[in-house]
Nanobody, 127 residues
Framework: QVQLVESGGGSVQAGGSLRLSCAAS????????VTWFRQAPGKEREGVAG????????YYADSVKGRFTISQDNAKNTVYLQMNSLKPEDTAMYYC????????????????????WGQGTQVTVSS
C-alpha cells in the first residue's frame, strides 16, 4: 500500500518561508515523479514543483521559479519543498503526488497521471 504523508504547512506573513515534507512508503521504484500540487478555493489544482527521483531532476512552474526549491532524501524516501519569499497568492492546500510509472517531465500530464496522493497540508500567507 503506497502512502504519501505531507507535513510542514502553516501560516506565515508575506516574505516568509516554509518547508513542506512528503514522506513516501510502500513502494520501491527506481524512477518516480513526485510532484507538489496546490489548490486554492475555487481554483483548479496546479502543479508547482516536481522531481524525478532517479537522478533528482527538478521541475518548476513559472510562478514559483526562484522562490521554491524541491529536493529529496532517498534514504528517508522523503521529498521536500522549500518555499521562500512567500506571497499571499501562494495560499492553498498543498498536495504531493507520485507517478510510479514515469519518472520524468514531472510537471506535464496534469493530475490524471498521478497514481497516489497525500491528504494535503494547508499553507496560508497573509499580507
Amino acid at each position: 500500500q503506497v502512502q504519501l504523508v505531507e507535513s510542514g504547512g502553516g501560516s506565515v506573513q508575506a516574505g516568509g518561508s516554509l518547508r513542506l515534507s512528503c514522506a513516501a512508503s510502500g513502494y520501491n521504484y527506481r524512477s518516480v515523479c513526485v510532484t507538489w500540487f496546490r489548490q486554492a478555493p475555487g481554483k483548479e489544482r496546479e502543479g508547482v514543483a516536481g522531481i524525478g527521483t532517479r537522478i533528482g531532476t527538478p521541475y518548476y512552474a513559472d510562478s514559483v521559479k526562484g522562490r521554491f526549491t524541491i529536493s529529496q532524501d532517498n534514504a528517508k524516501n522523503t521529498v521536500y519543498l522549500q518555499m521562500n519569499s512567500l506571497k499571499p497568492e501562494d495560499t492553498a492546500m498543498y498536495y504531493c503526488a507520485a507517478d510510479v510509472n514515469w519518472g520524468a517531465s514531472c510537471l506535464s500530464g496534469g493530475v490524471g497521471r498521478y497514481d497516489y496522493w497525500g491528504q494535503g497540508t494547508q499553507v496560508t500567507v497573509s499580507s
